[in-house]
């Protein structure tokens, strides 16, 4: 076959894995390895990659790992494999292949980009900024690393870098709107940035935006229009918002249910009981778990406590969930209580060390850290199996007010799939109520109640409690937060976070009260 037919089937090829034919890419690149064995590695990547794409990960890595050891020098081929392990949550072994990857090439952009990714998601923070900051030295042109640096710059409270890198990405890219949404958080639009306001309004017009652009123009726009208190204009985008994403979800809050069914029919029996009371303690390290409904102030507490100067912050994790997940069916009763068992019985620290060898860094000169994770409520009595010394704060806010703020803002997690709609959001509120009678019913002291109204009234005498059921002493530090607390925060409550408490949000569902369906 001549090299001008080798090269158009090659464009084919391209064409067909970036328009997602991925079983065409896998056939044509079979095809040309008969015929261009020149092209070998290349067309064997291309093969990985369309595996990983139909995540298919056996054959994904098949294929990735045969490229490696038939030539050794093809970073791209590593770079590629380290994804696999990543997907495999094989996070230390991904970490591990990028950086000899690098180290091989140095200005490999592709590998650089994944291992700050990588940090990014392990909560380095500082590592996956000095990574993205070398990519962009090799290629400044790129969006989305310039958007991930501006989220580990919000996270690490630089907020002044990262909305200069959420302008350039403007600039380069206006269809790019989750930009737009950085630059949205940090800006009053009634005192100022009505350039930015027209920005918004006009990209309404950008012809083949892609859907999740999309959500996030419209989640800007809503909190736009709401700083200039045009609240039918704000409601409007808020529900397109949640109406586009609710459709790209495949979701039914009943199963929400069977977990709560399977949970607290578990707890009824006798010998689940006596365990919440009979488990020995495996250390005398402190860990304060704070939960609660999204956006009902767990991220206030957090930094309050974690405030204190002998507790650290681990953040928002998904740790103690991701080890839940990892050895019980939380959907099928009878499986669950025999994983439960068997964990219970024979092999007790096996979650607590689970749990603490997913934490990136404890800092051993701390009594103990926080961990906020906000479903946890659903497995207090589990926590409780596992880590009978540890302290559980619930958060409970004024419904009304907990559903706008849900309401306005893309949580973006497979546990919050029912956020996006008024109906899901009211039944799950219900369920947490259902779960918090519960645990109570067991036992009161299993957790601290404390109500978002009382810490935004009476901060000092809530925080005084909260150090009293931690048994820490008072430090002034605590209400200091927003001064003292340097600890990484990766919530949509990045900004409110870095400002003293304060009370704006308590009544501001009366503005929208006419547009909910109640």
Known sequence: MKNKDIEHKLKVLINNFNNKKFLETISLSKQLLKIAPQHEAYL?????????????????????????????????AKNNYAMILKARNQIKEAEKLLEKTIKQQPNYLSAINNLANIKKQSKKYEEAISLYEKALKINNKIPII????????????????????????NDLDPTFTYADKLINEFTDYKKDEKKHLDSLEKKLLIKNLETDKKISLYFSLGKAYEDQERYD???????????????????????????????????????????LKDQPVLSDKKIIFICGMPRSGTTLVEQIISSHKEIQSLGETDYIFQ?????????????????????????ITKLYKEYLNSIPKIDQGKLGFTDKSLLNFQIIGLIKIF??????????RNFENNLLSIFKNDLASKKLRWTYSEKEIRLFYSLFLKYIEFWKNIDIDMFFEVEYEKVTSDPKIVTKQLLEFCDLKWD?????????????????????????????????????RNFFKG
């Open 44 to 76: 064997h990547n291309m093969i990985g990659l369309s595996y990983k794409s139909l995540n298919n990960l056996d054959e994904a890595e098949k294929t990735f790992v045969k490229i490696i050891n038939q030539y050794p020098g093809n970073v791209a």
């Open 146 to 169: 310039h958007y991930n640096l501006a989220v580990c710059l919000i996270s690490t409270r630089n907020h002044e870098q990262a909305l200069k890198h959420a302008y350039l990405i």
């Open 233 to 275: 204009l704000s409601f409007k985008y808020y529900e397109l918002a949640n109406i586009t994403k609710r459709k790209l979800l495949d979701y039914d809050i009943a199963d929400e249910n069977k977990i709560y069914d399977n949970i607290t029919r578990l707890f009824k029996e006798e010998k689940f009981e006596k365990a």
């Open 323 to 347: 080890s839940i997940d990892n050895n019980f069916n939380l959907s099928d009763y009878d499986e669950f209580k025999n994983q439960i068992l068997a964990v219970y019985e024979d092999e």
């Open 387 to 396: 880590f009978p010394n540890s302290k559980i704060i619930v958060l409970k």
């Open 476 to 512: 002034e530090n605590c209400l200091k937060y927003y001064k003292v607390n340097k600890s990484a925060i990766d919530t949509a409550s990045a900004n409110q976070a870095n400002k003293p408490i304060y009370k704006d949000s308590v009544n501001k569902f009366e503005n929208y």
